[in-house]
């Protein structure tokens, strides 16, 4: 891996979600078999995939201004961001192409806004894909849901992108507090580890868009559109309630 090698590697995981004529799960690490034919587990390595593929992509947690160099965002594995040095944190996933995942970090120890509370997904090194950057958490307020959508041309990875839903999804709810007209968040103090009682572990719907190499086309977006923000918890018996769950629980 050509990461910077003292950014720390944050535990994280994978739960798969198959969408074939209804549900059906199954909580593993995504495209370590099942016809993968991708064997780039670097997420700072290029290929191109298809269908059957496993694919590895990172997400660093730092703060916002270090992810620019001269007012643009560059990839985590561009050396020039120096992410090592400003005490960065990555989580690295490989989920399966084309169906839909949720992606779940323990924030029960690591509290995003100890390392600046902005995150970046990004896989590449010469055909570099990069999100922009994505507020999670201060010490004021927490994010703990968001959905990554990923764009493939021709199995070549071109766009990472945050799908915001405005709020839809804790609308009415005076528990969460809506930032900037696009997240719903909780108020920090309300996490276990900052004195509260939720569980603020930090959860990523991710989905795919595009053509593999082969053209096929990545449908998993379109499912997903149809999936409420939090409704993929609810799916995984060993996996964390959601926070709208907890709430309507505590009061």
Same mark, same amino acid.
């Given at each position: 891996m050509l990461l910077p090698k003292t950014l720390t590697l944050l535990v994280s995981s994978v739960a798969i979600l198959t969408i074939a004529g209804g549900f059906h799960s199954a909580v593993a690490f995504g495209g370590n078999g099942g016809g993968n034919t991708n064997n780039v587990y670097s997420p700072c390595s290029d290929t191109r995939i298809q269908r059957s593929d496993?694919?590895?992509?990172?997400?660093?947690f730092s703060s916002r201004p270090s992810f620019f160099l001269n007012q643009t965002v560059l990839s985590p594995c561009d050396r020039r961001l120096s992410l090592a040095a400003m005490n960065s944190q990555l989580s690295v996933f490989r989920p399966k192409i084309?169906?839909?995942?949720?992606?779940?970090?323990?924030?029960?120890?690591?509290?995003?806004?100890?390392? #600046? *509370?902005?995150?970046?997904?990004?896989? &590449?090194?010469?055909? +570099?894909?990069?999100?922009?950057?994505?507020?999670? !958490?201060?010490t004021t307020f927490t994010v703990t849901s968001f959905t990554l959508v990923m764009e493939f041309q021709k199995g070549r990875l071109q766009n990472l992108y945050w799908k915001r839903d405005g709020?839809?999804?804790?609308?009415?709810?005076?528990?969460?507090?809506?930032?900037?007209?696009?997240?719903?968040?909780?108020?920090?103090?309300?996490?276990?580890?900052? #004195? *509260?009682?939720?569980?603020?572990?930090? &959860?990523?719907?991710? +989905?795919?868009?595009?053509?593999?190499?082969?053209? !096929?086309?990545?449908?998993?977006?379109?499912?997903?559109?149809?999936?409420?923000?939090?409704?993929?918890?609810?799916?995984?018996?060993?996996?964390?309630?959601?926070?709208?769950?907890?709430f309507n629980n505590f009061f």
């Open positions: 496993g694919f590895t992509f990172g997400i660093a084309d169906e839909i995942s949720l992606l779940s970090i323990n924030t029960s120890a690591f509290f995003p806004d100890n390392y #600046g *509370g902005y995150m970046v997904a990004f896989a &590449g090194r010469k055909y +570099a894909a990069r999100s922009p950057p994505a507020f999670i !958490a201060n709020c839809a999804s804790c609308k009415g709810n005076s528990n969460f507090v809506c930032l900037n007209k696009q997240d719903c968040a909780i108020r920090t103090p309300s996490c276990k580890g900052r #004195g *509260g009682t939720v569980d603020c572990s930090l &959860g990523i719907q991710l +989905a795919f868009s595009g053509t593999d190499k082969h053209l !096929a086309v990545l449908n998993s977006w379109y499912e997903v559109e149809n999936l409420k923000q939090y409704s993929l918890y609810g799916l995984y018996s060993n996996l964390k309630s959601s926070l709208t769950s907890q």
